[in-house]
T-cell receptor, first 115, second 116 residues
């Protein structure tokens, strides 16, 4: 079974400040981990993903995340927030061999960027 | 990259009517497609897994007679909400898997269903 928790349903940062969105997972199989961003009334846009190999992954729009197996975490960071980063962010886990190989999504974190 | 489309993007219907939502993989074949539902300010919840040429597998609590899924070809899956009611109003998102690995799954842009 797999599950995802995201600490903080709402995170506010000032423009130019560090963005840190937390994600912890549980998985009975080696996890594939993803971060998606969703703007209002739109679908999901893939920010980045971890499959195997390098544990620090870089994505689009300056975001990156680090897979820490010992902490079962996959936190998303960006050094300097931009107003356009304001959106809903979802962490998701999947895994080869799990039932249906579908995604299990976290509850989401709404990021607000203050001027 | 792989593209998944959904049609329509928005639909408004009267209570009691049926609505069909299409999910297409535009540049790849998808033996498996997934349907998710997202209520306002909530996360995506898997409704069902659709396999081409076979019956869909529904998640617990999802009424298969209400949410009819047909995966008639390797590029098309449809979700029909039968006898829709206001509580069915939601954002429906499909995804399609291009290969055998979990990171080959691509999401559609979603369909906003409003039932009056």
């Amino acid at each position: 079974a797999q599950s995802v928790t995201q600490l903080g349903s709402h995170v506010s940062v000032s423009e130019g400040a560090l963005v840190l969105l937390r994600c912890n997972y549980s998985s009975s199989v080696p996890p594939y981990l993803f971060w998606y961003v969703q703007y209002p009334n739109q679908g999901l846009q893939l920010l980045l993903k971890y499959t195997t190999g390098a544990t620090l992954v870089k994505g689009i729009n300056g975001f990156e995340a680090e897979f820490k197996k010992s902490e079962t975490s996959f936190h998303l960071t960006k050094p300097s927030a931009h107003m356009s980063d304001a959106a809903e962010y979802f962490c998701a886990v999947s895994g080869y061999g799990n039932y249906g190989q579908n995604f299990v999504f976290g509850p989401g974190t709404r990021l607000s960027v203050l001027p | 990259g792989a593209v998944v489309s959904q049609h329509p993007s928005r639909v408004i219907c009267k209570s009691g009517t049926s609505v069909k939502i299409e999910c297409r993989s535009l540049d790849f074949q998808a033996t498996t497609m997934f349907w998710y539902r997202q209520f306002p300010k909530q996360s995506l919840m898997l409704m069902a897994t659709s396999n081409e040429g076979s019956k869909a597998t529904y998640e617990q609590g999802v009424e298969k007679d209400k949410f009819l899924i047909n995966h008639a070809s390797l590029t098309l899956s449809t979700l029909t909400v039968t006898s829709a009611h206001p509580e069915d109003s939601s954002f429906y998102i499909c995804s399609a898997r291009a290969g055998g690995l979990p990171d080959t799954q691509y999401f559609g842009p979603g369909t906003r269903l409003t039932v009056l």
